[in-house]
Every structure is written in C-alpha cells, then in structure tokens.
C-alpha cells in the first residue's frame, strides 16, 4: 500500500427532462480545491495502466509535436520508447499489425513537417525535404532486416506483435515476451505442452514458440499472436523466416 492524494466532497443531485439530465451543486470552494489538485499534478484513476494513481510523475506530453516526431507521444506508443526511455503501456497499435518501416517513415516525415503551414495538413508527405528519408532503415521497428540475430531482429518481432499480451508485468500464460527477462524465459518448456521446450536450439519444427506461430499441429490453444478483431494473425513470412533461420542457427541471445 501507498498513499495518494484525492479528494472527495458532498453535494445536491437533481435529475431533470425526464431522467435525461444530471445536474449536480458545486460549491465555489469545492471547484477551487478540485483545481488546486489538478494544479499540483493529480489525475483520475490511473490512465497509463502503469500502477500509479492518482498522480503525474512528469509533465503531460503532447500527443503529437509539430516539427519533432522524437517528442511527440503518438509516436512514443508505436516504439515503445521516447527518447531512450520506456513509456507506460503496451506497444500500438496493439490489435493490428505494428506498423512497417514505409509506414513510419511515413508518420516522422509527417510529423516534421508540420511546421505551422495549416495546407500541410492535406498536402503530400514532403520526404524530399524530410530528415529521416536520409537512412529510414533507423526507423524500422524489426531492426536490421539483414541481421537475423536476437538482439538485432528476433526479439524485436516478438516485442512488437507479442508485448501487448505477454508484458513484462503481468504477462499472459506467464511468459514475457518484452522486457530483460525474455530470452531465459525461452529456454523453458511450455506451459501448454510440459514435453517441449519453448525454443529448441536447432530444431524449430520442435520449438513450441514456433509451433504456436504457424499453427502447427499439437499446439495447446490458438495460435499466436491473436487479434482480438480477426482473431489468429499470422506474422509474416519475412519474420517466421526470421525466428526459423534463428533457431536453426542455435538460437543463441547475441
């Protein structure tokens, strides 16, 4: 347990036009108290979903900052991060696939130029004068489509399509799939199926991970990763090769 700031008072309720209207009293000194709160940084519940109620730990960061895509929270959500520190909350788009590497570009060339010229608003993505079109494979929320490592490809792949669900907090079937602790979670057996192991170095026809990700047969369960929409989503061919290829490499955690 831990303390927290709130405040509540009581006061007169009418229901009017019919049950169609709340109107509620509020006296002059409760509406300067609720403000004096709301000056110091209190919120309601806790809308980050990170355990902390009832207060800001940091200033309110805006959605999107014109001119600087690094800044802006809408593009903190799709990473993950902002400026190298981890934001509270689950990668977005969390039912849909996360976004490619033409996509992002796309949005950080947006963001830059938006520059106080309202038609940009509704004209084309300037990517001639964009700063990121200079190496967009920087952007690329994979890594290094060319490096089928675990540090530079595979646990990107599983962060980004897997994280909402197997968190580092509280994570579903109580495998992370985001966070330090992944790789040594891979090397157990699976819940589902105690006679296999999540990752078998050298054999992903007989690594469960593997097996959930392209339905095959014996699986406990649906498939992964599931969207809550459509249901089972498979991953792309690119990435199943990706996590195959790294496997049968021996899947080391380099």
């Not at 976004?99 to 608003?121: K, V, Y």
């Amino acid at each position: 347990m831990r303390d927290i700031a709130y405040q509540t008072f009581s006061t007169r309720w009418w229901i009017l036009d019919g049950g169609r209207r709340l109107v509620g009293e509020v006296n002059q000194w409760q509406a300067d108290e609720v403000t004096r709160l709301l000056d110091v940084g209190v919120v309601e519940g806790d809308p980050n979903m990170n355990g902390l109620f009832g207060a800001r730990v940091a200033d309110p960061v805006a959605l999107i900052v014109p001119g600087d895509p690094e800044s802006s929270y809408l593009v903190a959500r799709v990473r993950g991060t902002m400026e190298g520190t981890a934001v509270p909350g689950t990668r977005m788009p969390l039912a849909n696939q996360p976004l490619s590497n033409a996509e992002m570009l796309a949005l950080f060339c947006f963001i830059e130029g938006l520059t106080g010229i309202p038609s940009r608003l509704d004209g084309p993505i300037d990517y001639v004068g964009c700063t990121y079109s200079t190496n967009p494979t920087n952007l690329d929320l994979y890594g290094d489509a060319n490096a089928v490592t675990w540090t530079q490809r595979v646990a990107r792949i599983l962060e980004v399509n897997c994280g909402g669900c197997h968190d580092a907090e509280s994570p579903n079937a109580g495998l992370p799939l985001t966070g330090p602790a992944v790789y040594e979670a891979l090397g157990q057996a699976a819940a589902g199926r105690p006679d296999l192991m999540l990752v078998e170095p050298g054999d992903p026809e007989g690594s469960y991970l593997y097996m959930k990700l392209v339905n095959a047969s014996g699986i406990d369960g649906s498939p992964m990763p599931t969207s809550p929409i459509s249901g089972w989503r498979p991953l792309p061919s690119a990435d199943l090769d990706a996590i195959r290829t790294w496997i049968l490499a021996g899947a080391t955690d380099d």
